[in-house]
Structure formats: C-alpha cells, structure tokens
C-alpha cells in the first residue's frame, strides 16, 4: 500500500506565496517522476510540473519563474514552491509519483489534493 499526503495548502493574497509539500509512505521501493497537477474549478486537471529521479525540471509556461520544484529522495518527498501568486492559480493541487513497490512496473499515484486559493 501507498500513500502520498499532502500538506501546505491555504488562503494567500495576491503576490503571496505558499510552499506545498507532498509526502509518499507505505510499500515504496524506487520513485521515478514526482510532480504537481491543479484542477481550477469547472476545469480539467492540468499538468504543472514534475521533477524526475535525476533532478530534470520541467514546469509550463503559466508557472515558470513563479514556481520551482524539488524533492527529497532521502524523505520520498517532493515540494512545490510557488511565488508571486495570482488568482488564476487558485485550484486545488494534487501531486503524483511514479512508484514501484518492487513488483512489475511503476505505477502513478496521486495525493488527496489540496486547496490554494489567491483572494485579497
């Protein structure tokens, strides 16, 4: 059993920041990509960024120079910080991992998600 908990969600103003952190536990043998995906309201989920085992960053355009990702390969975490805030990234985030428990190939797991919301 895995599990990915997420933590560090909340209400900032607008050009706060907030830093998200997500926390996998349970059956983890290796974890490849670790990343980050929000879903706006009325909207599908997107694909933000992700980080892979080696350190490759990948962001979209939306969030460059605003967010950076990193991980924990010692704690099987992975972190979003994110700057200057805007109210378009008001959604609720959700990470993922790419695991293997150590039988057949890796499989994606997803946090619980958690609420951003930018409002002044």
């Known amino acids: 059993q895995v599990q990915l908990v997420e933590s560090g969600g909340g209400l900032v103003q607008p050009g706060g920041s907030l830093t998200l952190s997500c926390a996998a536990s349970g059956s983890v043998k290796t974890i490849d990509d670790m990343g980050w995906y929000r879903q706006a309201p009325g909207k599908q989920r997107d694909l933000i960024t992700f980080?892979?085992?080696?350190?490759?960053?990948n962001y979209v355009d939306s969030v460059k120079g605003r967010f950076t990702i990193a991980r924990d390969n010692a704690k099987k975490t992975v972190f979003l910080q994110m700057i200057s805030l805007q109210p378009e990234d008001t959604a609720v985030y959700y990470c993922?991992?790419?695991?293997?428990?150590?039988?057949?190939?890796?499989?994606?797991?997803w946090g619980q998600g958690t609420q951003v919301t930018i409002s002044s």
């Open positions: 993922y991992a790419k695991i293997s428990t150590g039988w057949g190939s890796p499989s994606d797991y």
């Open positions: 980080i892979t085992s080696s350190g490759r960053k």
